[in-house]
């Protein structure tokens, strides 16, 4: 296998064979193909894109770079293993650490395998690993005993499961490939399909905060993972959400474990945040059979969530993932704490004494109306919260949190958000982005649209 001809194929828009693509994958996992040729060829695929026998071709080399989890070997009735995962967005990481307790609780098993961070989008793992203890990466054996013993777990790219996609997953990261409906089902797919699950429940965000921008390139990559589903024999649910303004109150690691946290205890949950989560969790309820229609599955994930067992659940399997017992009841003990931690507000009276400019608008009292969301996760990525290069750790410390909600109105007295930075300088950076980020007007403007704008079955 010459890794060059493949990419002098791919780069001149010819089909690739199944074989073609398997030897590519392998290559990566033996060896034959560098980090380089790898960036070539996210490069070549997120500009001539794949046809659909491809990406099929592709999610199946990508699974069978390592194995396959094995529910009935492991004692427990295969059909009640349902998995779960979100194309990505900005503030929407958390959802899965919500999802994951709720739906365990009720009964369902959930093998999550979720992902870093990817360019603009934080992701779940970043935000685990923020906890100290946590094993993101446990052999198959003890990522199915988790799961048989506490009904879930949530790994990162594993070196038994998928282990090829970890491998792309860095090099997208920092290439500006990612927002590529090959790429995209290729890496969510297979990892999908690695956990074995009797059915898939999926996000599709759309939007200025997600990877699909427009609803069309949203519809495209919710077919193409239904199109694998199918072709698996696994039935697939996925929705596509509204994600144009930040989701939630918080973006970055701890900040958002802080959020999690809040959340299945209670102390607070944004509304959006709620719907989502509501709406995901009923279909998985459904899919396993626990439930036998949707109003059903929300009563059962309302009451896991608001008895508490949802939280204790989320606790048990931290514990088991090597994270704290008591993880739970005292999050902010635990957590990573910035340096600098301030509000920002629109008028700019909170640029300090660095700058001596008012950056924001005017007075600083009026509604917000819009966001500028990548920018927004961008700014993140500056603040030491995501990858530059693929070997680049993350700041967990740093992000945004309380932050406004289109429609919400600002004052001298209400913030934009409160950024969470390691020195003065990168919090001065940051707010200034952030303010050119948030849109006030004088007017009040309309709240955010409802989060699930479709879903495909
Ligand atoms: N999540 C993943 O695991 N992969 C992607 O490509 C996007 C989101």
Redo the contacts with the bound molecule.
């Keep these: 296998f010459q890794p060059q001809e493949f990419l002098r194929k791919k780069r001149d828009g010819e089909e690739l064979s199944t074989d073609d693509i398997r030897a590519f994958i392998d290559g990566i996992g033996t060896g034959v193909v560098g980090e380089a040729q790898i960036g070539a060829y996210t490069m070549a695929t997120y500009l001539n894109g794949m046809t659909t026998r491809e990406i099929v071709d592709l999610v199946m080399a990508m699974r069978d770079s390592g194995t396959v989890a094995d529910w009935s070997a492991a004692g427990i009735d295969p059909a009640r293993v349902i998995e779960k995962?979100s194309?990505?967005g900005v503030g929407d990481e958390k959802i899965t650490l919500l999802v994951v307790p709720i739906v365990a609780s009720a009964g369902v098993f959930i093998p999550n395998m979720?992902?870093w961070g990817?360019d603009y989008c934080p992701g779940e793992i970043d935000m685990l690993d923020s906890v100290p203890g946590y094993d993101g990466a446990p052999s198959v054996q003890s990522f199915v005993d988790t799961v048989v013993r506490t009904g879930g777990a949530i790994i990162g790219p594993s070196p038994e499961l998928a282990p090829a996609d970890g491998t792309i997953?860095k090099v997208r990261d920092t290439t500006a490939t990612?927002e590529s409906v090959a790429?995209?089902t290729g890496?969510?797919m297979s990892?999908k399909l690695a956990a074995n699950p009797s059915g898939v429940v999926i996000s599709v965000g759309c939007g200025d905060g997600a990877?699909m921008h427009t609803l069309d390139r949203a519809r495209e990559l919710a077919n193409s993972m239904s199109n694998v589903a199918s072709g698996a024999g696994i039935p697939s649910v996925i929705m596509i959400t509204e994600l144009n303004s930040v989701l939630g109150t918080t973006v970055g690691s701890a900040v958002e474990m802080i959020e999690t946290v809040d959340f299945l205890t209670g102390a607070e949950r944004d509304p959006r945040v709620l719907e989502l989560v509501l709406e995901l969790t009923s279909e998985i309820i459904v899919m396993a059979g626990l439930a036998s229609d949707l109003a059903a599955g929300r009563a059962i994930a309302l009451d896991e969530l608001t008895s508490g067992r949802a939280a204790e659940r989320f606790g048990r399997i931290l514990a088991a993932q090597g994270c704290p017992a008591d993880f739970v009841e005292r999050a902010r003990d635990y957590l990573p704490v910035a340096a600098v931690i301030r509000p920002v507000f629109a008028s700019g009276t909170d640029a300090g004494s660095g700058t001596g400019s008012d950056a924001g608008s005017g007075s600083g009292t009026g509604f917000v109306e819009w966001m500028d969301t990548t920018d927004i996760g961008l700014t993140l990525v500056e603040l030491g919260g995501g990858r530059q290069k693929p070997e680049d750790d993350i700041d967990f410390t740093v992000g945004f949190s309380e932050f406004v909600q289109l429609g919400d109105e600002v004052s001298p007295e209400r913030a934009l958000c409160v950024v969470h930075a390691r020195t003065e300088d990168e919090w001065q950076r940051a707010a200034a982005r952030i303010r050119a980020d948030v849109r006030v007007v004088a007017n009040p403007a309309p709240g955010a649209l409802p989060i699930i704008i479709e879903k495909i079955a």
Aim: glycine share 8%; proline share 0%.
């Design positions: 995962h194309s990505g979720s992902a990817l997953f990612v790429l995209i890496s969510i990892k990877f």
